[in-house]
């Protein structure tokens, strides 16, 4: 079955320092990714999404990910921690017919 | 903006009781989801709908229904509640092509 694996269900980081969430798929054809942010007792925000084009990926709050197919990966990046980063965080990839695999979620730790 | 807006932020039930989870969404979207989170597993896709008075199951359709029988309403039934079924309940909605919008969702135990 076709599904997405995030690696590391909690990272911490310091304030400032580099963010790096990993993230890979498996897919018989180049699918369509996304990565969405928790923060406590909220629903899911979309972050940003690789659709087609261009594999760098910029998305909101600073965030940027990179579409790496011979690598089938989707890792989530941004160069400067800030404490309001502190969520939980899904990579998800359409299978088709608008329909969203989850993978099991990444929390994401600030420390000052 | 789009808004995605479940009925109940926390519910406590009862075994056995006949549970409803209402999700009203306010863009025209055609396709709207029922999901459940727990931790470790992510979100799990129960049902969904691509119109009115569709719809299809999900990876994880047992013990649950589903009900749209208007195009911004889209309800999940818990026939009969089971202590299982205590979970973080999200409902999205998308009109063609993803992105999903999401609800705050719907924290529910069984008791």
């Known amino acids: 079955a076709q599904s997405v694996t995030q690696l590391g269900s909690h990272v911490s980081v310091s304030e400032g320092a580099l963010v790096l969430l990993r993230c890979n798929y498996s897919s018989s054809v180049p699918p369509y990714l996304f990565w969405y942010v928790q923060y406590p007792n909220q629903g899911l925000q979309l972050l940003l999404k690789?659709?087609?084009?261009?594999?760098l990926v910029k998305g909101i709050n600073g965030f940027e990910a990179e579409f790496k197919k011979s690598e089938t990966s989707f890792h989530l990046t941004k160069p400067s921690a800030h404490m309001s980063d502190a969520a939980e965080y899904f990579c998800?990839?359409?299978?088709?017919?608008?329909?969203?695999?989850f993978g099991q979620g990444t929390r994401l730790t600030i420390n000052p | 903006d789009v808004k995605v807006t479940q009925s109940s932020r926390y519910l406590v039930k009862r075994t056995g009781e006949k549970v409803f989870l209402e999700c009203v969404q306010d863009?025209?979207?055609?396709?709207m989801f029922w999901y459940r989170q727990d931790p470790g597993l992510g979100l799990r896709l129960i049902y969904f709908s691509y119109d009115v008075k569709m719809k299809e199951k999900g990876d994880i359709p047992e013990g649950y229904s589903v009900s749209r029988e208007k195009k911004e309403r889209f309800s999940l039934i818990l026939e009969s509640a089971s202590t299982n079924q205590t979970s973080m309940y999200l409902c999205?909605?998308?009109?063609?092509?993803?992105?999903?919008?999401f609800g705050d969702g719907t924290r529910l135990s069984i008791l």
């Open positions: 999205a909605s998308s009109l063609y092509i993803s992105p999903q919008h």
């Open positions: 998800a990839r359409d299978e088709g017919a608008q329909k969203l695999v």
């Open positions: 863009m025209d979207h055609e396709n």
């Open positions: 690789y659709t087609t084009g261009a594999t």
